[in-house]
């Protein structure tokens, strides 16, 4: 996070940041969250500097052993123990009244979420020839997480001039989701919304589009030029999803995609 938020105390309404880019909230503390987000500029700035944790998560509940012992030691920034604990004891508290996702996740989410890079170390279940664990390490972009996956579904708005990619990869937890935006101008506010068989409504992502856009032939700037990728996952089976929606923080829709 940015030194100069850091340096200020953070009011309570604010922390629920931490646990809404990690997609542990139900529906209900989800809208809540979102309607504080659209008038809270300290929480769309980090918002914006969590986003893609959440598929990092869910990568990191594949990997087998019992957990992350060696994944500070990965990070090229190392967090103060102060600030460490208050994540992973704001994180933990949701994650056991939630039971959606094992342990190590925590520690791991509290260490990438200070730290930065997209790195880390994990202790491999299997043995080797000689029976020693092996360390695995994990380091990924939400675009090399979307080109992963095979399975991919696209559409594009012809009010709206928005297209989206999703990818799909289930997962024995849910299923992990990968989005390629293009053609969306800002500036806004996103989501990445998967509407299930039974008409339930699941948030996989939010994310903020600057006022050059994403994915714009003629843009302005290089980076307004490219797709823009983002990660997210959501609990219910890949079989149990209907469509994904992404649609902006006013609730119209861009575009629509069919699972």
């Known amino acids: 996070m940015s030194g100069s938020m850091m340096g200020s105390p953070v009011p309570n309404e604010h922390e629920t940041v931490g646990a809404y880019a990690l997609g542990i909230l139900d529906d209900a503390e989800a809208t809540a969250f979102e309607a504080h987000l659209a008038t809270c500029e300290w929480c769309a700035q980090q918002l914006d500097e969590l986003a893609g944790m959440e598929p990092?998560?869910?990568?990191?509940?594949d990997l087998p052993g019992s957990g992350t012992p060696a994944i500070g030691e990965s990070l090229s920034a190392k967090p103060?123990?102060?600030?460490?604990?208050?994540?992973?004891d704001e994180v933990a508290e949701r994650r056991a009244q939630k039971r959606r996702r094992s342990m190590y996740m925590v520690a791991a989410a509290a260490a990438l979420i200070i730290g930065g890079p997209f790195v880390a170390m994990a202790a491999s279940g299997g043995d080797s020839g000689g029976g020693a664990k092996q360390n695995q390490v994990l380091a990924a972009t939400p675009k090399e997480l979307f080109d992963s996956m095979s399975?991919?579904?696209?559409?594009?708005?012809?009010?709206?001039?928005v297209s989206a990619t999703v990818a799909m990869q289930e997962k024995n937890w849910g299923t992990s989701l990968g989005l390629e935006l293009k053609g969306v101008k800002g500036p806004?506010?996103?989501?990445?919304?998967?509407?299930?068989?039974?008409g339930e409504r699941w948030t996989a992502s939010t994310w903020s589009v600057g006022k050059w856009g994403y994915g714009i032939p003629n843009g302005k700037t290089e980076e307004s030029k490219q797709p823009l990728y983002i990660g997210g996952a959501v609990a219910p089976a890949q079989n149990d999803i209907d469509h994904f929606e992404v649609v902006d923080s006013d609730g119209n829709k861009l575009v629509q995609v069919a699972a």
Not at 56 to 61: G, R, T, V, W
Not at 80 to 88: A, G, Y
Request: glycine share 6%.
């Open 56 to 61: 990092m998560l869910a990568a990191l509940a």
């Open 80 to 88: 103060s123990p102060r600030i460490v604990n208050k994540l992973v």
């Open 151 to 161: 399975d991919k579904v696209s559409a594009t708005d012809s009010s709206t001039g």
């Open 188 to 198: 806004l506010k996103c989501s990445l919304i998967a509407v299930g068989t039974n």
